[in-house]
């Protein structure tokens, strides 16, 4: 599904300074995975997603996503990559002029979906997300853990093969948190391979999930069935 | 279907929520077409009345009809035309008979039928129409064909259209000039509406790309709103050219009796360019300001 080879990636920080955010990285992340990538903030987390999505590009290694070639890939073609991949952001990034039915209607209405299409998979999505109630609600009517929700539906929709999650429980309190987590666990168990970087260290123990550790920009360790920290 | 409602309504909202800013574009347009319509249809103007008769002559010898010199006979004409195609500094010459004298006046002046009723096949005199090999040469044909029997009075056409056409060119090539620099600075005020509008939406947009809408379905509802402005720019400047301009020719038809002057048919032909002119400047400036705006 997902295989990074020895990627280097590198930000210009002031005049002449230089940071390494991801530094010689491999991992292969198979399909129907769910990973945790954990660090502490720089370690590079958001740029090996972003890298995902083709929103930056490495210097050097290569990246694959869903058997494409990110580096081959032709800039007309990365919507087309996009569409095959759901995004939760930490902030949730809902239009606020738009119920929530709308918000998640959006992500289809703009790759040109049928309304017949929409119409019949509006419903279901948020019933997954248990949100049928609060379709036609405003998303600052709603709780934070209900807006990581519907954003969670919008990522969902299209039914992609990967989800992307960054940060998703970053603005929530923990008992919200376990609800996202177990809708990203029900997600995942449909086939949808999961990615998650994460800092809040109860979740990744409780899950028992794949690991990705970073460090400045390397990867640390990579542990099946692993926990936050080396378990002290 | 669905995807053009999208965009379109999209457009129409960008227009509606920076009010003020689009009737800046809008009136910005309008100026600049207007000055470059009206450019386009002085060029026209100078079309019509060089004609392609008039235009290719240079020197008109008028011949006697018997009303202010004894007509010229027919050997004296024949001589007189030998005596022409003789001459090495004229190039070509062409006999025009009153008729066909009479037939080309009612062609230029159709639109004023008051000055056609009033002239019959003997008033215009018939003439040799002379082109000559330099056209500063007109004097060699004064001086050896002023005393010829039979001519009435040489003309040098250049003379009376040059003034005229001298003084349309300059106005016409001034509007161009200002049209254009108008033009850049509606492209501009549009290339910033645009960014604005782009800003405004950019959480929109944002959104957009990360659920993967192709690139042109991002664009296109800003593209399409610098165009609408555009449009709507164009449709006013040729509003007032229509109804401008037929008045202005027709007064001054009345003033300059003997020149054609362009009237409505001329406005309604120009009306697809000021469009396109309008519509490619928005559509290429929007295009332009979104450029770096929304990159993959």
């Given at each position: 599904m997902i295989r990074l080879e020895n990627v280097t990636k590198t930000f210009r920080r002031g005049r002449d300074g230089e940071v390494t955010a991801l530094d010689d990285v491999t991992v292969e992340v198979t399909k129907g995975e769910f990973v945790f990538v954990v660090g502490p903030s720089g370690s590079g987390k958001s740029t090996l997603m972003r890298l995902l999505t083709r929103e930056q590009r490495p210097d050097t290694g290569e990246v694959w996503v869903s058997g494409k070639n990110l580096q081959k890939l032709r800039s007309w073609k990365v919507p087309l990559l996009r569409r095959e991949i759901g995004y939760v952001y930490q902030d949730f990034k809902?239009?606020?002029?738009?119920t929530v039915r709308e918000n998640v209607a959006f992500a289809l209405e703009v790759i040109g979906r049928r309304r017949q299409e929409i119409a019949e998979r509006i419903p279901e999505v948020l019933d997954l997300v248990g949100l049928t109630e609060k379709a036609d609600a405003l998303p600052h009517e709603l709780s934070g853990g209900q807006q990581q929700r519907v954003s969670v539906a919008r990522a969902f929709v299209n039914n992609p093969r990967l989800l992307l999650a960054d940060?998703?429980?970053?603005?929530?309190d923990p008992g919200t948190s376990v609800e996202i987590m177990k809708l990203l666990d029900r997600i995942n168990r449909t086939g949808t391979t999961v990615v998650m970087a994460t800092h809040d260290q109860q979740i990744v123990d409780s899950m028992r999930r794949r690991v990705v550790e970073l460090e400045d920009g390397r990867v640390v360790r990579d542990q099946t069935r692993g926990v936050y920290g080396y378990g002290g | 279907m669905a995807r053009w409602r999208y965009v379109l309504s999209e457009a129409l909202g960008g227009l509606r929520r920076n009010l003020l800013m689009s009737f800046a574009v809008i009136l910005s347009v309008t100026v600049s077409l207007t000055l470059l319509g009206a450019g386009l249809l002085l060029s026209e103007q100078v079309d019509l009345a060089t004609d392609d008769w008039t235009g290719r002559v240079e020197v008109s010898i008028f011949l006697c009809d018997?009303?202010?010199?004894p007509a010229i006979t027919t050997e004296q004409r024949q001589r007189l035309q030998e005596d022409l195609e003789a001459q090495p500094v004229v190039a070509e010459v062409y006999y025009e008979s009153k008729r066909e004298a009479y037939e080309r006046f009612t062609r230029l002046f159709a639109d004023q039928p008051t000055l056609v009723e009033a002239?019959?096949?003997?008033?215009l005199p018939a003439s040799f129409r002379v082109k000559l090999e330099n056209p500063a040469l007109f004097g060699v044909i004064r001086e050896q064909?002023?005393?010829?029997?039979?001519?009435e009075e040489i003309v040098d056409q250049r003379d009376v259209l040059n003034q005229f056409l001298r003084f349309t060119t300059l106005v016409r090539n001034g509007a161009l000039a200002v049209a254009l620099i108008q033009l850049l600075a509606a492209g501009v005020l549009i290339a910033n509406t645009i960014r604005v509008a782009a800003f405004a939406r950019r959480e929109q947009t944002a959104i957009m790309k990360l659920v993967g809408a192709s690139n042109w379905y991002v664009r296109l509802p800003f593209v399409l709103e610098g165009i609408i402005a555009g449009a709507l720019g164009a449709a006013v400047s040729w509003g007032i050219l229509y109804a401008a301009v037929p008045r202005v020719t027709a007064d001054l038809a009345r003033e300059v009796e003997l020149l054609p002057f362009i009237g409505v048919e001329q406005v309604l032909a120009v009306a697809p360019i000021m469009l396109a002119a309008g519509v490619g400047i928005a559509a290429l400036s929007s295009f332009a300001a979104l450029r770096r705006f929304i990159h993959v």
């Open positions: 809902l239009l606020p002029t738009k940060e998703p429980t970053g603005n929530l | 018997d009303r202010t010199c002239i019959d096949v003997a008033t064909f002023a005393a010829y029997p039979g001519v």
